[in-house]
C-alpha cells in the first residue's frame, strides 16, 4: 500500500502439547497460509488513533493509553501502548488498516498474528530494528499484560520462527527449538467446528492458576518437571487437580514422542498420539466441546491417523492427520455429517 508501513504475520495450527506453553513444557505447532497483515501511517488529520479493520468493517477512533477497549481492537492498542513505551514515544495522528484471511476465534493463533502483524508494521514504521527473540517477548507482553490473556508464548514463537511445511518443536522452558521437515504424503487439516470461542472471557487465565495451584501443592516449579503422577500426588490432590495435573505431564510425553515420530516420518504414530491428546483433553483438561467431539470421531472412524482439538478448546477447530490422496474424500464426507463445518 502506497505511504503505508506494512507488517504480515501467519496463523498456526498446534499438532500438539495443548496447554503446556504456560506449564513449561513442549508443543509443536505449524505455521499456516493464512495471515493478517496490517498498514499503519502518519496521518496529521487525525488527532488520535484511527484503526480500520476490513473484515468487521469496523473504523474505531482510540487514543494510546493503557485503558482496554475490550475487543479485538485491543492486540492493536496493547502493541501501540508498549511499543510507545519501549522507545519513549507519544504515538499520536496514526491511520491503521487491518486485512486478514487467518479466522478469528477458531484457536488458530488470531490474536498473536494480529499483535506480531501490528508490531511489525510499527518496526518499520519508526525505523526500528528488534532481534526474534525479543519480539516473541513484546508480543506475548501484549497478550499477558495488556491484554491479560494468560496463555504461553507458542503463538508468538510460532508465528515468528514457525515454518509451513515443517513444524516447529519448542521447548517453551528453555525457548530452545528445531524445525521438522513433513512429508508431502500426509496433510494436517484444520476443520473448524463453526462454534467460536472467546479466550478474553478468563477460562484460559483459570486453567493456568489451577496449574500454578496444583504446582505449589506438589512443591514443584511447573508440573512439566514431573515423569509421572504417582502415590503421593494422588494423594494430596483433589480428583479435579489429579485430572489436569495428568493431561499437563502425559501430555508433555507426547509432545517428546511426537517429535521422535515426526523425525522418524511414522504418521500412524504421531496420529495415535494426536487422538490420545484430544480424549485426554477432553476428560482431563475438560476444554473440548461436543462438536469438537463428534468432528474428532468422524475423522477417525473415515481413515484420519488421528485427529485433536487445536489451541486453547472451548469451541473453535480440529486438526487431523491424513493421507493426502484422501482429503477431498474426508471432506465430503464430513460436510454430509456436519454440514456447518469449514475447511481451512
Ligand atoms: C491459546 C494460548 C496458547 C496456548 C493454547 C493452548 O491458544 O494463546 O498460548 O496456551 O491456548 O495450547
Same mark, same amino acid.
Given at each position: 500500500?502506497?505511504?503505508?508501513?506494512?507488517?504480515?504475520?501467519?496463523?498456526?495450527?498446534?499438532?500438539?502439547?495443548?496447554?503446556?506453553?504456560?506449564?513449561?513444557?513442549?508443543?509443536?505447532?505449524?505455521?499456516?497460509?493464512?495471515?493478517?497483515?496490517?498498514?499503519?501511517?502518519?496521518?496529521?488529520?487525525?488527532?488520535?488513533?484511527?484503526?480500520?479493520?476490513?473484515?468487521?468493517? =469496523?473504523?474505531?477512533?482510540?487514543?494510546?493509553?493503557?485503558?482496554?477497549?475490550?475487543?479485538?481492537?485491543? &492486540?492493536?492498542?496493547?502493541?501501540?501502548?508498549? &511499543?510507545?513505551?519501549?522507545?519513549?514515544?507519544?504515538?499520536?495522528?496514526?491511520?491503521?488498516?487491518?486485512?486478514?484471511?487467518?479466522? /478469528?476465534? +477458531?484457536?488458530?493463533?488470531?490474536?498473536?498474528?494480529?499483535?506480531?502483524?501490528?508490531?511489525?508494521?510499527?518496526?518499520?514504521?519508526?525505523?526500528?530494528? /528488534?532481534?526474534?527473540?525479543?519480539?516473541?517477548?513484546?508480543?506475548?507482553?501484549?497478550?499477558?499484560?495488556?491484554?491479560?490473556?494468560?496463555?504461553?508464548?507458542?503463538? =508468538?514463537?510460532?508465528?515468528?520462527?514457525?515454518?509451513?511445511?515443517?513444524?516447529?518443536?519448542?521447548?517453551?522452558?528453555?525457548?530452545?527449538?528445531?524445525?521438522?521437515?513433513?512429508?508431502?504424503?500426509?496433510?494436517?487439516?484444520?476443520?473448524?467446528?463453526?462454534?467460536?470461542?472467546?479466550?478474553?472471557?478468563?477460562?484460559?487465565?483459570?486453567?493456568? *492458576?489451577?496449574?500454578?495451584?496444583?504446582?505449589?501443592?506438589?512443591?514443584?516449579?511447573?508440573?512439566? +518437571?514431573?515423569?509421572?503422577?504417582?502415590?503421593?500426588?494422588?494423594?494430596?490432590?483433589?480428583?479435579?487437580?489429579?485430572?489436569?495435573?495428568?493431561?499437563?505431564?502425559?501430555?508433555?510425553?507426547?509432545?517428546?514422542?511426537?517429535?521422535?515420530?515426526?523425525? *522418524?516420518?511414522?504418521?500412524?504414530?504421531?496420529?495415535?498420539?494426536?487422538? =490420545?491428546?484430544?480424549?485426554?483433553?477432553?476428560?482431563?483438561?475438560?476444554?473440548?466441546?461436543?462438536?469438537?467431539?463428534?468432528?474428532?470421531?468422524?475423522?477417525?472412524?473415515?481413515?484420519?491417523?488421528?485427529?485433536?482439538?487445536?489451541?486453547?478448546?472451548?469451541?473453535?477447530?480440529?486438526?487431523?492427520?491424513?493421507?493426502?490422496?484422501?482429503?477431498?474424500?474426508?471432506?465430503?464426507?464430513?460436510?454430509?455429517?456436519?454440514?456447518?463445518?469449514?475447511?481451512?
Amino acid at each position: 500500500m502506497s505511504n503505508f508501513s506494512d507488517g504480515e504475520a501467519f496463523g498456526r495450527v498446534n499438532l500438539m502439547g495443548e496447554h503446556l506453553d504456560y506449564n513449561q513444557g513442549c508443543v509443536i505447532p505449524l505455521q499456516i497460509n493464512k495471515s493478517v497483515n496490517v498498514h499503519v501511517k502518519k496521518d496529521s488529520t487525525i488527532e488520535g488513533i484511527k484503526i480500520r479493520s476490513e473484515n468487521f468493517d =469496523q473504523e474505531i477512533f482510540t487514543s494510546v493509553s493503557k485503558k482496554k477497549l475490550n475487543d479485538w481492537a485491543d &492486540f492493536i492498542k496493547g502493541s501501540l501502548y508498549l &511499543f510507545g513505551k519501549k522507545y519513549n514515544l507519544n504515538i499520536c495522528q496514526l491511520c491503521i488498516e487491518v486485512k486478514s484471511n487467518l479466522p /478469528i476465534g +477458531i484457536g488458530v493463533s488470531s490474536s498473536a498474528a494480529v499483535t506480531v502483524s501490528t508490531l511489525r508494521a510499527l518496526y518499520s514504521l519508526y525505523n526500528k530494528e /528488534i532481534k526474534n527473540s525479543e519480539l516473541v517477548e513484546l508480543a506475548h507482553s501484549v497478550e499477558k499484560d495488556f491484554v491479560g490473556v494468560a496463555g504461553g508464548v507458542m503463538d =508468538q514463537f510460532a508465528s515468528i520462527y514457525g515454518s509451513q511445511n515443517q513444524a516447529l518443536f519448542l521447548d517453551t522452558k528453555s525457548n530452545n527449538y528445531d524445525l521438522i521437515k513433513l512429508s508431502e504424503e500426509y496433510v494436517f487439516l484444520i476443520i473448524d467446528s463453526g462454534k467460536q470461542r472467546i479466550l478474553t472471557d478468563g477460562s484460559l487465565n483459570l486453567k493456568k *492458576e489451577y496449574c500454578k495451584k496444583i504446582s505449589n501443592k506438589l512443591n514443584v516449579e511447573n508440573l512439566c +518437571i514431573l515423569d509421572e503422577v504417582d502415590d503421593h500426588h494422588r494423594k494430596v490432590l483433589t480428583n479435579e487437580e489429579l485430572d489436569l495435573a495428568k493431561h499437563v505431564i502425559y501430555e508433555n510425553q507426547r509432545s517428546k514422542l511426537g517429535k521422535i515420530a515426526l523425525l *522418524e516420518n511414522d504418521f500412524k504414530t504421531f496420529g495415535t498420539l494426536m487422538t =490420545q491428546s484430544h480424549n485426554s483433553l477432553r476428560d482431563l483438561y475438560r476444554v473440548s466441546t461436543s462438536e469438537l467431539d463428534l468432528l474428532v470421531e468422524l475423522c477417525n472412524s473415515f481413515g484420519s491417523l488421528g485427529s485433536k482439538l487445536t489451541g486453547a478448546g472451548f469451541g473453535g477447530a480440529i486438526v487431523t492427520l491424513i493421507k493426502k490422496e484422501l482429503v477431498e474424500d474426508l471432506k465430503m464426507f464430513i460436510v454430509e455429517n456436519y454440514p456447518n463445518a469449514k475447511f481451512l
